[in-house]
């Protein structure tokens, strides 16, 4: 036979083989790999491709149960599978013809720990937390496992996405430098109350605005965004990827949210604030937004747990006005919202430093908020807060709820940062004294008083605490 008859009768062939998809195997995202977490006792989705047309087999070893799908036309599958109590380690073998094994699979508590900066800030590298050197050495948990998105922005919502190590990692020494300090503390401390695998997942990025991890379609609610989303829905991706600009409204939300989409997690603990510090008044709309966006997209109203901002930049003399402490206001404002819970750091931040290094507490805090409200724990999770107030001649009468214990100083000395302003709205320092579960603020510069603030400023001086020594938010009563 000639060459070139044999290379005819080969040609189809060749063609044939060009023709088979890419995924002629089972392929999964990076968020299904060894080491990872379900959560426990909850139908959890797993999805991948396969050979279009193809059925696809799924056993867990924790029941041996099989399931079954057929890979859709473009080789889409999605399967859910039922997780028991918390355990493991055990296998998930899936197959379409040539099968592929997840090993090292735990059964636990599944959260997000998403924000800006002060999420994203490190054990160690750039972030150097508290004792970094002894907190890296001491991360030896096994059943708690980490999986670290890879910052990405998208004008589209994405299906998929990059982490940084290409799957879950199990929490070591050699793991946990470059991980979120904040969620490493809450997932640590959670595991320390509960005896139960948990899984991390890191998906954040330093400096950025809220609205940039909102969807377009919740965005375009709010009139401020309206034209951005439009714009933005219009971009060439490709030009969207030159730009790579994470300030923009809804790209972080595309690249690093949307991705996880329909991963089955507990809940979500959240730090942001700062890039959005100086537009308050409309964050006390965009953040209870973005909050019901995400459970909208995931059909579930999870917990969701956030850090209200830390003290910071130079400490003022007399009363002044605060961007940081509207911002502070406005998450105050979003416990109004079901199912959510705030962390106060009012004492715990750096005058110079917008990058505080005690992380510890704020993950405690996040922690003790989860334990109490998710996992009833009999933990106090909250600090005093702000309830009402009443008028009594020259002097004004502050009442808290979350008073643990009863009202007290930290310092043992008497209360600060209390101001108080007579019809003139002129704020002064005040005198403030506990009564039980109540403060009784006055001055002799105000005859007739109108308003209260507390820790009203940037890095304001303020002690009120309950008597498990957790901090009273800042608040204003006008």
Same mark, same amino acid.
Request: contains cysteine.
């Given at each position: 036979?000639?060459?070139?008859?044999? /290379?005819?009768?080969?040609?189809?062939?060749?063609?044939?083989?060009?023709?088979? +998809?890419?995924f002629s195997k089972i392929v999964l995202p990076e968020i299904f790999s060894d080491h990872a977490v379900l959560q426990q006792q909850t139908e959890a989705p797993i999805w991948g491709k396969a050979t279009p047309k193809k059925n696809v087999r799924l056993i867990t070893s924790w029941d041996n149960q099989t399931y079954n799908v057929p890979a859709d036309s473009n080789g889409d599958w999605k399967i859910k599978v039922k997780t028991p109590t918390a355990g493991g380690p055990y296998t998930i073998a899936i197959s379409d013809g040539k099968? @592929?094994?997840?090993?090292?699979?735990?059964?636990?508590?599944?959260?997000?720990?998403?924000? #800006?900066? !002060?999420?994203? =800030? +490190?054990?160690a590298g750039w972030g150097k937390v508290l004792n970094y050197e002894n907190e890296i050495a001491?991360?030896?948990?096994?059943?708690?496992?980490?999986?670290?998105? #890879?910052?990405? $922005?998208s004008v589209k919502p994405e299906t998929d996405m990059k982490t940084v190590s290409g799957g879950w990692q199990v929490c070591s020494p050699a793991t946990i430098p470059e991980f979120s300090s904040v969620g490493y503390f809450f997932g640590r401390e959670?595991?320390?109350?509960? !005896?139960?695998?948990?899984? @991390?997942?890191?998906?954040?990025?330093? %400096?950025?605005?809220?609205?940039?991890? $909102?969807?377009?379609?919740?965005?375009? #609610? =709010?009139?401020?965004?309206?034209?951005?989303?439009q714009v933005i829905r219009n971009e060439d991706p490709a030009i969207q990827q030159i730009a790579n600009n994470p300030n923009r409204a809804t790209v972080l939300h595309n690249g690093m949210i949307h991705p996880l989409i329909p991963y089955a997690f507990q809940g979500v603990i959240w730090y942001q604030g700062e890039a959005n510090a100086d537009r308050a008044y409309q964050y006390r709309d965009l953040f209870p937004l973005m909050i019901r966006d995400w459970r909208k997209l995931w059909n579930r109203d999870f917990p969701f747990y956030f850090v209200q901002l830390a003290n910071y930049m130079k400490r003022d003399s007399v009363p002044v006005e605060s961007h940081w402490a509207e911002l502070r206001e406005a998450q105050f404002r979003t416990l109004r919202l079901k199912n959510t819970g705030m962390a106060v750091t009012i004492d715990i931040g750096e005058a110079n430093d917008i990058h505080p290094k005690n992380k510890q507490d704020v993950g405690k805090r996040l922690a003790y908020i989860a334990e109490a409200n998710?996992?009833?724990?009999?933990?106090?999770?909250?600090?005093? /807060?702000y309830d009402s107030y009443t008028i009594e001649g020259n002097k004004i009468r502050v009442t808290f709820k979350q008073t643990?214990? %009863?009202?007290? $100083?930290?310092?043992?000395?008497? @209360? $600060?940062g209390f101001a108080i302003a007579g019809p003139d709205h002129q704020f002064v320092w005040a005198t403030a004294v506990i009564d039980g579960? *109540?403060?009784?603020?006055?001055?002799?510069?105000? *005859?007739?008083p109108v308003a209260v603030r507390y820790g009203w400023a940037n890095n304001p001086d303020c002690n009120l605490y309950n008597g498990t020594n957790l901090p009273a938010s800042p608040f204003r009563t006008e």
């Open positions: 036979m000639k060459k070139i008859d044999i /290379l005819k009768g080969l040609m189809p062939v060749l063609f044939g083989l060009l023709a088979i +998809p890419a099968e @592929l094994v997840l090993k090292d699979i735990l059964i636990g508590e599944v959260w997000i720990c998403s924000g #800006q900066s !002060n999420m994203e =800030m +490190p054990l001491a991360a030896d948990f096994p059943n708690i496992r980490l999986l670290h998105v #890879q910052r990405a $922005t959670l595991f320390t109350k509960l !005896n139960i695998p948990v899984g @991390l997942i890191s998906s954040n990025w330093g %400096g950025t605005v809220a609205e940039a991890w $909102t969807s377009g379609e919740s965005l375009e #609610q =709010m009139p401020d965004f309206k034209d951005s989303i998710t996992y009833h724990v009999p933990v106090v999770f909250s600090g005093p /807060l643990a214990n %009863g009202l007290k $100083t930290n310092d043992g000395k008497a @209360l $600060t579960n *109540e403060v009784v603020v006055s001055s002799p510069e105000v *005859e007739f």
